[in-house]
């Protein structure tokens, strides 16, 4: 599988996303940010994974960390998903799977593959997590201590 590794600068881009505004990496320069790749909107674990990451923003948010979910699904699956749930950062369409080719993640039947990369503030990857069966997801603290890893 292709990809980037821990160490590498994160590659940047701009997705359209919720917020009816489009979302680039480098406008979060000079603070650390946690991509979050997601399969699909609604689905249990993603809902599951998302909600937690939610509820525990006021963790991130003290560490100065911004969260961009990034999933193939278009804006306006995004929308509906961030307001039945409320969630409090942007979702960003990757319609083209662009940037999960870039990131790495896609897996051999051309789905997007659940992973997390924590980018720091100077926009080099510093943790990376790719799940195999994209059954499970990692919890906020491992995201958190990641985080503070780095800085």
Not at 72 to 84: I, L, T
Not at 116 to 144: C, E, K, M, P
């Amino acid at each position: 599988m292709a990809g980037i590794g821990v160490g590498d600068p994160a590659p940047d881009f701009t997705l359209p996303g919720t917020g009816g505004r489009d979302w680039s990496l480098a406008e979060f320069r000079g603070r650390p940010v946690v991509l979050v790749f997601y399969p699909g909107d609604g689905t249990p674990v993603c809902t599951e994974q998302l909600r937690e990451y939610n509820a525990g923003l006021h963790q991130l948010d003290g560490l100065g960390a911004q969260v961009l979910a990034l999933s193939p699904q278009d804006v306006d699956s995004h929308e509906r998903f961030r307001a039945e749930h409320g969630f409090q950062f942007p979702l960003l369409a990757d319609t083209d799977k662009a940037v999960g080719h870039a990131y790495g993640i896609i897996g051999p039947l051309g789905f997007y593959r659940r992973s997390i990369f924590v980018v720091n503030a100077a926009g080099i990857v510093v943790y990376i997590h790719r799940s195999i069966t994209n059954a499970t997801f990692q919890h906020l603290d491992r995201l958190v201590e990641a985080i503070k890893a780095a800085s």
